[in-house]
């Protein structure tokens, strides 16, 4: 492992392989339920898959973090009990949750699991950070993506967890864990059902014009044929507003921050993580070996510059920004 | 340039030409599923409620599209005409062949491929997800698609190389990197 952990995510047992092959020093996944965020049709691993796979990643001195990073539903609390579960049953390094009472039941069932907190917890402040340390004895917070560089570095100085920040794939422009956009159109949201825009809820119909893309019957953009999309979600919509179409929340583009990696390094980040559990194994063999690559150039104290446009196509949209770590507009 | 009555005989000669070959086609796509099935029969479970459906893979370069039924127990692969297909699929995908040969086999990003506007759903956008993460967990490879299963392994790395060089192609206005 370099000076900064390389987390990547892993939506079935191929792209965990994958990750590991390519240079994830962890991997993060999910179990086949509403317990995590990525809750998609035909992903994620049942129990004997994430058993193999924690026995696959700790024979090639790699780790499993295990996503259980939705707010469990009153009556249905057994469901997130069973996830957790089976992931200290398994052997998982850590468990990933955001919930307290998933947080709570996990330091009670096995005291010595790892607890990561989720950017679903959408920790941003030393005092709260502080709570979840004292409290369920959390030992790293993952930082929302809403967070500027500064005020990361600022977070690092006080804080008494280790840094976890997102550096790659999809943006979420609202605090997370707190985003009603999805829930409001189709009725699940990732906070509750683990799905952000339901696929039985989206549809792309095609037309002499192009791809309209709608959520709940409801349209979201309008594509010529040929031009780049972006995910069929809410917040990436087009809205008419003063007779302009335009997106209104944020624009389909996608987080790059590798050129990012020395500033958080130095600032005291210990992870860097790729979001991406939906996308496949091209794709996080592609992103994990860049980074890799880039890390390792950096503990070399070589520039990470040759790395930093090899992910482009990857993009949503084709473009790639570095969100509010470059944050002007505050 | 063709006139548009002659293009129309043209798309229809190739049609029923490529229908011709139906019977090896088809029992060799045919053999592929049972053998990826019975290497990661677990995989096509993936496919939840999608168990059984029919997709429709519209290669719009090629005069003919595949209906593809992928079960528990295995699955089916047949050749159809573009103009008279039946309906009732669960969902269809379109997009060039080399492109739909790399997501099939796992080698192209799937939502890549869709942001750029090289592929485009209709139908289930669940169904489609579903497939995708089956296809995924089931590691297929080019060979085991397109050729016979004793010349897979010896033939995988050569069509590997023929796709990328196509879809390199194609980005590149039909001229590869390094082809002048």
Request: net charge neutral; aromatic share 6%; charged share 25%.
């Amino acid at each position: 492992m370099g000076s900064i952990e390389l987390v990547c995510p892993a939506g079935s047992p191929a792209m965990l392989e994958a990750a590991i092959e390519a240079g994830a020093d962890s991997v993060y996944c999910g179990l086949r339920d509403e317990t995590n965020a990525r809750n998609f049709p035909g992903l994620n691993f049942d129990a004997e898959e994430l058993a193999r796979a924690v026995d696959f990643a700790h024979r090639r001195g790699a780790k499993v973090l295990v996503a259980i990073n939705t707010f469990a539903r009153a009556g249905g609390e057994d469901r997130w009990r069973a996830s957790a579960k089976t992931a200290i049953g398994a052997g998982a390094d850590a468990i990933i949750a955001a919930d307290l009472a998933v947080l709570a039941h996990v330091r009670d069932l096995s005291p010595t699991m790892r607890l990561h907190l989720s950017v679903q917890a959408a920790a941003n402040t030393p005092e709260a950070i502080r709570f979840y340390v004292e409290t369920f004895g959390v030992r790293r917070v993952v930082v929302p993506r809403v967070m500027s560089a500064p005020e990361i570095a600022e977070l690092i100085k006080e804080s008494s967890a280790e840094v976890e920040a997102f550096v790659f794939g999809g943006l979420c422009v609202m605090t997370e864990g707190r985003c009603a956009l999805s829930s409001y159109v189709s009725g699940q949201s990732p906070n509750l059902s683990g799905v952000c825009s339901p696929p039985e809820a989206v549809s792309f119909e095609r037309t002499a014009e192009g791809m309209v893309s709608r959520l709940s019957g409801l349209a979201l953009d309008k594509t010529p044929s040929g031009a780049t999309a972006g995910y069929p979600t809410l917040c990436k919509g087009r809205f008419a507003a003063d007779g302009e179409a335009a997106y209104l929340f944020e624009e389909p583009t996608s987080l790059n921050a590798m050129g990012l990696l020395a500033r958080l390094g130095e600032a005291g980040v210990t992870a860097v993580k790729i979001e991406g559990r939906q996308r496949g194994k091209a794709y996080v063999a592609r992103v994990t070996h860049a980074f890799r690559k880039a890390i390792d150039a950096l503990d070399r104290g070589e520039s990470t510059a040759p790395y930093e446009h090899m992910l482009t196509d990857l993009a949503e949209g084709g473009r790639e920004t570095q969100g509010a770590y470059n944050k002007r507009w505050r | 340039m063709m006139h548009p009555a002659e293009e129309r005989l043209s798309a229809r000669v190739l049609t029923d030409l490529a229908l011709a070959l139906r019977p090896p086609v088809e029992l060799l796509l045919n053999h592929a599923i049972k053998r990826a099935w019975r290497r990661s029969a677990n995989a096509f479970g993936r496919l939840g409620p999608y168990q059984g459906r029919h997709y429709l893979i519209d290669p719009v370069d090629l005069p003919v599209a595949f209906a593809l039924t992928l079960t528990k127990d295995g699955g089916t692969v047949k050749l159809v005409r573009r103009t008279r297909r039946p309906v009732g699929y669960v969902a269809e995908i379109a997009g060039d062949f080399v492109d739909l040969l790399a997501l099939f086999d796992g080698s192209a990003d799937a939502d890549a491929t869709f942001f750029a506007g090289e592929l485009t759903v209709t139908g289930e956008t669940g169904a489609v997800l579903a497939l995708h993460n089956a296809l995924e967990a089931a590691d297929l490879r080019l060979a085991d698609l397109l050729a016979p299963a004793a010349l897979a392994p010896g033939l995988d790395p050569v069509l590997q190389r023929i796709v990328e060089w196509r879809r390199a192609a194609k980005r590149t206005g039909g001229k590869p990197h390094g082809v002048h």
